[in-house]
């Protein structure tokens, strides 16, 4: 599967994003999903996940409230909804994919073999 993630920019303190994790090549709906981000000379780290189906989502603490992940599988997308962002979640955004069964833990950034070239994004206080 290939993904593509898109949707990044700048934005205020307080304002909103929506990123999008578009992919191709495979059948999606059997993918589950992740978003990471890394600021530059720290290591990538988790931010949220969804199920193939949607129905079971995860956050990493800083995120819990303000971000949220839902997918589309017509469309082959995963959005990641960030409201109330703060410039500590200035940072590349990446999104990643693996087939369900093969995941054992969404937060593992190891665990996930696919990968977009990530998008970034800058938030200015």
């Known amino acids: 599967v290939q993904l593509q993630a898109c949707g990044g920019g700048t934005v205020q303190a307080g304002g909103s994003l929506r990123l999008s994790c578009v992919a191709s090549?495979?059948?999606?709906?059997?993918?589950?999903v992740g978003w990471f981000r890394q600021v530059s000379g720290k290591d990538r780290e988790f931010v949220a996940a969804?199920?193939?189906?949607?129905?079971?989502?995860y956050y990493t603490d800083s995120v819990k409230g303000r971000f949220a992940i839902s997918r589309d599988n017509t469309k082959n997308t995963v959005y990641l909804q960030m409201n109330s962002l703060k410039p500590e979640d200035t940072a590349v955004y990446f999104c990643a994919a693996e087939k369900e069964y093969l995941i054992r833990y969404y937060r593992d950034v190891g665990g996930y073999p696919y990968w977009g070239q990530g998008t970034q994004v800058t938030v200015s206080s």
């Open positions: 090549g495979d059948t999606f709906s059997t993918y589950g």
């Open positions: 969804i199920s193939w189906s949607g129905t079971n989502t």
